[in-house]
């Protein structure tokens, strides 16, 4: 942070006041309005297919016999529908908005989105993959690690992404000591 001669960097209270306004002000325009509303956020809508189309590609590759219809994906005698929430959609959303409430220069958050946004997205595919097996082989624990493991593992991995962006790519202040 570069700071004209007479100017004071803005108090420690008011850099948290300013992240959380931006945070939650994009959290709620991208996820929580929409959401609470009824209605998908913006986007994702499109991604239910598209995610659906990834997985069952995947699982052609792992040697499922796999068919996609719109959003259902079909192995077997089972099958996935794929709806908003499985497209890791909120995930994305929650980094987003950390990053770009983040204070830190423009360059350094579309760095982070740019690497941020896939590893989500592949991340999310690897969920989805896991599911399908468990739901093949071991039904019966299928709603346990859908509604708990995973949901905590992807949480824990936005937050690792997170802390990842701003030791690594952002980078702490320095602090420059000055003698009196």
């Not at 896939?118 to 991340?123: D, E, K, N, R, S």
């Amino acid at each position: 942070m570069t700071l004209k001669k007479d100017q004071r960097p803005p108090s420690p209270r008011r850099q948290v006041a300013q992240f959380l306004a931006v945070f939650f002000g994009l959290w709620a325009v991208l996820w929580a309005i929409p959401y609470m509303s009824g209605r998908l956020p913006f986007g994702v809508k499109a991604l239910c297919p598209v995610t659906a189309s990834w997985l069952g590609n995947v699982l052609s590759l792992l040697g499922f016999d796999a068919t996609v219809n719109g959003v259902f994906v079909s192995f077997g005698t089972a099958g996935l529908e794929i709806i908003g929430e499985c497209t890791g959609y909120t995930a994305m959303a929650l980094f987003f908005s950390v990053v770009v409430a983040y204070p830190s220069p423009l360059k350094k958050k579309l760095l982070g989105l740019a690497i941020g946004i896939p590893l989500i997205l592949v991340f999310n595919l690897l969920r989805l993959v896991v599911m399908t097996y468990v739901l093949a082989y071991r039904p019966q624990y299928f709603d346990v690690a859908h509604l708990y493991f995973w949901q905590v593992a992807l949480i824990v991995f936005v937050v690792a992404m997170v802390v990842f962006w701003i030791e690594k790519l952002v980078g702490r202040e320095k602090t420059v000591s000055v003698s009196s």
